[in-house]
């Protein structure tokens, strides 16, 4: 907030008669959106109780405090460390490929021409389609008895390739679907923060005949960078907790081929009915978000000032 | 800057072509594919043109399914009308709460409003299901399992900071000085809100709105944990439908369109906000 709007707002409450009504409106205002954090904040203190407790829904009477038990426990648990290692395969790979794919689609539609703003629009379409769905739409075309995709890569000699069912390619198909869904994520922001971009350096590197790499690397890539930090952290905080793709393809199978650590804690609750080992799985994912998000909060934050002029 | 060579064009001509292809196949792949008998999707190899059938959409609309065991009731409709009351309750309500707190937020610096905006912000980037679990287990001991309103109020975890911190952005951008004049001509702060700051904040209000119907219409894992069938919305209702067997796969097809083309056609009509709704505000279009 500007100066000019904290004397203002100061300004606001000191008139010749003072009213304690303004100095309670924003309590007021915010107590909606408050009670709601509230409602968010009582269920996550729950949940940190529970990863403390022994506690499954089938044997209520062994229920007890554990302290870091159900973590300790992780620790020597290989189903634990694969879905860790998963989680962070999926996400690493879906990042890098959608913000390559993304960069590249943004530099290739970079003049706003009528053409490259349709291309740009229709490429939106994948990313408000409903992972979930989109999940099932691929399913429908990796089927192995009438999917186009199978199909098509039997025309290149490529026969009895199965896609999501056989644990080889079962990361591959999944990572594919995000692939298709999030792209255009990073491709619309950094479109729109190519197009920001102040006109001058290019301008000044053409007339003196700079090649074209050394404008991409020393120009265009350094003035982007907040926006290339800010749609990748939005990516991989989004990314590391996968469910809905994974879930509806194919529910972490086949085997625990792609127990991400959200299907892993559903499952944890609804199969094994075990809560406390879920919220303490859920409660890890957590820290790691948390971390991630602190440092995407900042960056997020100067480009927001940057955006509405605050700067 | 600009690759004027022919090698140059022609290389971004395929380029964009391969982009253009690999995003927009599947969707035309599975809207030709609601138009197909289940005889002409499992031809090979698959034809392009085909003598189109409105058999699927019929089906889904009676809810009578026909399958090679004989019909089956599945009520899509009602998925779909559940899509529609709660995305639609879940914005209003955000939008009830949200404004005024935006507001709040925008013109007044007080210590709890920014807590209250982070803390919002950060669940944002927190595991739904961590919220998610213990609050079913709250539901059941409520009695609010399985209900309209236990499920629009946990949308409000993805419409509520969504809308307000785009909308926080839009009061921001308003000067405050029309306001004061206008408190000075003699109107109430409440006057002020609902004739100045509302109005011109609206494009945002709009595209905040929008966007937050959207993202609740998406929204898989919030009803698949907190709604049973006859509540669910249409992509839980959709993932039901293929596991039950023996469905015709153009009738998930059908389903599937039919799941997706609101969204669609409302991103299509929003899509001048989507960049500043899809970065909560920080990167404009």
Redesign the interface.
């Known amino acids: 907030m500007s100066m000019v709007q904290l004397l203002q707002t100061n300004a606001q409450a000191a008139p010749a008669k003072p009213r304690p009504r303004v100095r309670l409106l924003p309590y007021l205002l915010s107590l909606p959106a408050l009670l709601v954090c509230v409602a968010i904040l009582v269920p996550f203190v729950t949940a940190a109780v529970y990863s403390l407790q022994r506690y499954r829904l089938n044997l209520p009477y062994l229920r007890g405090f554990i302290g870091a038990g159900n973590y300790i426990d992780f620790l020597s648990d290989p189903a634990f460390w694969n879905t860790f290692r998963i989680s962070i395969t999926y996400t690493a790979v879906t990042v890098v490929l959608e913000l390559l794919l993304g960069l590249g689609i943004a530099l290739l539609l970079r003049r706003p021409t009528r053409f490259h703003n349709a291309v740009s629009i229709m490429l939106l379409l994948p990313l408000m389609t409903a992972p979930a769905i989109a999940a099932l739409m691929w399913k429908l075309m990796t089927n192995p008895s009438f999917g186009i995709l199978s199909y098509l890569v039997g025309l290149f000699g490529v026969t009895d390739f199965k896609w999501a069912s056989d644990p080889s390619s079962a990361l591959f198909t999944v990572v594919l679907v995000d692939v298709w869904v999030y792209t255009p994520f990073i491709m619309i922001l950094l479109l729109a923060g190519l197009r920001s971009l102040p006109r001058q350096p290019f301008e000044a590197a053409a007339l003196d005949g700079v090649p074209a790499s050394f404008v991409f690397f020393r120009i265009t890539l350094p003035m982007l960078a907040p926006y290339i930090i800010t749609a990748s952290l939005f990516r991989l905080l989004d990314s590391i907790q996968q469910f809905d793709i994974i879930y509806a393809m194919t529910q972490g199978g086949p085997g625990d081929r792609l127990m991400v650590f959200q299907v892993q804690a559903y499952l944890e609750f609804f199969q094994y009915t075990n809560v406390g080992r879920s919220a303490a799985l859920l409660m890890i994912l957590w820290l790691i978000t948390n971390i991630l998000s602190n440092i995407f909060i900042k960056n997020w934050l100067q480009l927001r000032a940057r955006a509405h002029g605050h700067a | ?3 004027s060579s022919l090698a140059g064009r022609i290389f ?1 001509g395929v ?2 072509t391969l ?2 292809i ?3 196949f ?2 035309v ?2 809207f030709l ?1 609601s138009f197909q008998t289940n005889e002409q ?2 031809r ?3 034809r392009i043109l085909f003598e189109p059938t409105f058999a699927n959409y019929e089906a889904l609309i009676s809810g009578q399914l026909r399958t090679a065991a004989g019909n089956l009731q599945i009520s899509f409709m009602r998925n779909l009308f559940n899509s529609v009351v709660l995305s639609s309750a879940a914005v209003l309500l955000a939008l ?3 404004v ?2 935006a ?3 925008a ?4 210590r ?2 920014e807590s ?1 905006a ?6 944002r ?11 079913s ?2 539901y059941q001991e409520l009695g609010l399992n399985d209900t309209y309103f236990g499920i629009v ?1 946990v949308y ?2 993805i419409a ?1 900071p969504l809308i ?1 911190w785009i909308v926080r ?1 839009y009061f ?2 308003i000067s ?2 029309i306001e ?1 004049a206008y ?1 000075l001509a003699g109107h109430s ?1 409440r006057e002020a809100f609902t004739r100045i700051a509302v109005p011109l904040a609206g494009p945002g209000i709009a595209a905040a709105g929008l966007l937050s119907f ?1 993202f609740c ?5 919030f009803a ?1 944990i907190l709604a049973s069938a006859d509540k669910q919305p ?3 209702g ?2 039901a439908f ?1 596991t039950a067997s023996g469905i015709q ?1 153009g009738q ?2 059908a389903a ?1 369109v039919l ?2 083309t609101p ?2 056609l ?3 009509y929003a ?1 001048r906000y ?3 709704g ?8």
């Open positions: 800057m600009e690759h971004r380029a964009l982009i253009l690999f995003f927009m599947p969707i792949w599975i594919m999707i499992l090979i190899p698959p009830l709460l949200g005024p707190a507001y709040a937020f013109r007044f610096k007080f709890l409003g209250i982070f803390t919002l912000l950060s669940f980037f927190a595991p739904p299901l961590l919220v998610l679990l213990p609050l287990l709250y109020w409000q975890l509520l307000l952005g921001e951008d405050p000085d004061h408190r702060w959207i219409w998406n929204n898989f894992v698949l249409v992509t839980v959709a993932l293929v796969y998930i097809a599937i799941s997706v969204t669609l409302l991103a299509l899509q989507l960049v500043e899809l970065s909560l505000g920080a990167v404009k279009g």
